[in-house]
């Protein structure tokens, strides 16, 4: 019997003994966190799928694994066929699989720890259908047969200075707590770590790539917050960072401090707490209010401080692979691997004293492996980078001041007619997107179809989202703006964005480009309204040799040469007198 095999039938044994027929494993912690810690890795724990989004739901008699358009190819490569049933959940939700699956009467449970309660209304909706019963459990049965699981991180938490957060904590709080008066709450729950990282100017180091303290918290009216954080990460100075009205509790109070708000009207974001917050707030008798917890709009619309930090990170990353694609390009065709080219270019990021590490673990794809939208190369898979392929290299840093996250493809030898077509095509709607003037309350619904337009014109699309929001010094992936056909959250000035439209040929190669820009207020041209746009803070020439000029529009020419221009600018004074010559010809016109 295989390893994973082994621990299925392990878990099923367990099921079947606490009188269960089936249990839910989400790649989720209690915090509902996009990278989670070793200790929650449950879903590669029973499948070996290492991407971070993905969903099992495991039955008496079949199991299922589901995860989005990101990672198809990967978990056809991961995760056993033999044991799993492997869909794309963009083509069947796994809720709509165990309406179809399970019987009237049957137990299905999950950890309400590991779901949020808007997807724990959604589940009981779809068991209605057959019948079936969906059931809270207090102990996760995977940990229960999990014998190496590992413990849960106690990193020491840092205080994060103002020079870097550009405002403090107790101005973030004043202006939280006008929030809860003109909304006449009592109370917030604060369940996302990356929210009370930005409100108590903070910084951690409990999950990979991003620098959170894994911690909930609570926000009353009069602007106190009590702080649920194990007493282990608490370093000397912490508590004078954080002042008299912040008071640090263990996580074992938790419990009792939600009791407390019997009564109270309390703001919660339904869609990203986990369900036992809310129904442990239900069951004390609190008036529940749905909404963003109120720090999430604030958060996203970065100040002048933090866009500055972002600015100068985004240069040193520049400098960084900008060095790294000069290398590159010096190295015999069949000479690098993949792990060659990533290891290479986080030693030319580690060079800076403000680096802290990956914002993400970094694509390094050669051919076909480009094609595998969250491709991560390993011992096993480390593919050697052949003349006549594209190379795909999507990667981004942690800096003091900001957080970077960067693709480039970049052609090895000669590229193909194709491919020239295909990444012009890319590159048109990149252009577009970038150079798009838009009014207030444009949404990143209203954009998506700019990056997207020439590839239409062939049949051709990408299934990704084309753009996704940045933290400051925190998430690479974050809330609430997106540039996705889906996001409905107006852009605002301050807010940083992707913009990363691709295109993947399965088996042969994959395409992306991808800046950050942050929204702009631009000139007001007509006097009529205000107008927004973008300013773009990635600072990395574009591979020329990819591009057929017959396909690009003199506006696009310009664009491209204007870009050039800002990118050899802003590089020169950082690159070593061995790259600004390849830089000075990869920028010019």
Not at 327 to 334: E, I, K, N, S, V
Request: aromatic share 8%; net charge negative.
């Amino acid at each position: 019997m295989s390893l994973f095999a082994s621990r299925l039938a392990a878990l099923r044994a367990a099921l079947t003994a606490s009188g269960h027929d089936g249990f839910l494993v989400p790649m989720a912690d209690e915090y509902q966190s996009e990278y989670v810690p070793a200790s929650a890795r449950r879903v590669e724990y029973l499948s070996g799928f290492t991407g971070s989004a993905g969903f099992i739901a495991v039955l008496k008699d079949k199991a299922a694994f589901f995860t989005d358009g990101r990672y198809t190819l990967q978990a056809a490569t991961q995760v056993p066929a033999a044991l799993f049933d492997i869909y794309d959940s963009a083509k069947k939700a796994p809720s709509e699989w165990l309406a179809e699956n399970l019987k009237a009467g049957e137990k299905l449970a999950y950890d309400p720890w590991l779901h949020t309660d808007e997807a724990v209304t959604r589940l009981n909706k779809a068991l209605a259908k057959s019948g079936a019963v969906l059931v809270s459990v207090e102990r996760n049965p995977v940990d229960a047969i999990w014998m190496d699981r590992p413990a849960p991180p106690t990193e020491p938490i840092e205080a994060y200075d103002i020079a870097y957060a550009g405002r403090s904590s107790a101005d973030k709080r004043a202006a939280l707590v006008a929030d809860l008066a003109k909304n006449q709450l009592d109370a917030a729950i604060l369940a996302d770590p990356a929210s009370i990282a930005w409100l108590l100017n903070v910084r951690g180091n409990d999950v990979p790539n991003t620098p959170l303290p894994l911690s909930f918290a609570i926000l009353d009216k009069a602007g106190k917050v009590t702080w649920f954080v194990e007493p282990k990460k608490i370093i000397t100075g912490l508590s004078a960072h954080l002042g008299t009205d912040v008071t640090m509790k263990p996580p074992q109070d938790f419990a009792q401090s939600l009791d407390a708000l019997s009564g109270q009207k309390v703001r919660i974001d339904l869609a990203e707490t986990a369900n036992w917050i809310a129904e442990r707030l239900r069951q004390a008798g609190a008036k529940l209010d749905q909404g963003d917890d109120p720090s999430v709009l604030p958060r996203a619309c970065k100040n002048d401080v933090e866009l500055d930090g972002m600015r100068n990170a985004h240069r040193r990353d520049g400098a960084a692979l900008a060095s790294f694609l000069a290398w590159l390009d010096r190295q015999p065709h069949g000479s690098v691997s993949e792990l060659q080219a990533e290891e290479k270019l986080a030693s030319f990021r580690a060079a800076h004293n403000m680096y802290r590490g990956p914002s993400f673990d970094t694509i390094a794809g050669a051919g076909a492996h480009g094609a595998i939208v969250h491709y991560r190369a390993t011992e096993a898979s480390n593919a050697i980078l052949e003349s006549g392929q594209l190379f795909l290299l999507d990667s981004g840093g942690q800096y003091l001041d900001g957080t970077t996250d960067v693709t480039r493809t970049v052609a090895v030898g000669t590229p193909t007619d194709e491919m020239r077509d295909r990444f012009t095509r890319v590159l048109k709607g990149h252009i577009a997107l970038a150079s798009i003037r838009f009014p207030e309350g444009t949404t990143g619904a209203d954009l998506d179809i700019l990056a997207r337009q020439h590839l239409w014109e062939i049949g051709l699309d990408f299934n990704h989202g084309t753009g996704h929001g940045v933290g400051s010094y925190l998430g690479v992936h974050e809330g609430p703006q997106a540039i996705s056909k889906r996001n409905k959250v107006a852009l605002k000035p301050g807010m940083v964005v992707s913009n990363e439209p691709g295109y993947y040929k399965a088996g042969q190669y994959g395409i992306r480009i991808e800046n950050l820009q942050t929204v702009i207020v631009l000139p007001d041209l007509s006097g009529e309204r205000p107008m927004l746009g973008f300013e773009p803070l990635t600072l990395v020439p574009v591979d020329t040799r990819l591009i057929d000029p017959n396909l690009l529009t003199d506006k696009e020419k310009n664009w491209l040469r204007d870009y050039h221009h800002r990118v050899y600018a802003a590089l020169k004074p950082l690159v070593s007198d061995e790259v600004e010559p390849w830089l000075a010809r990869h920028t010019q016109e």
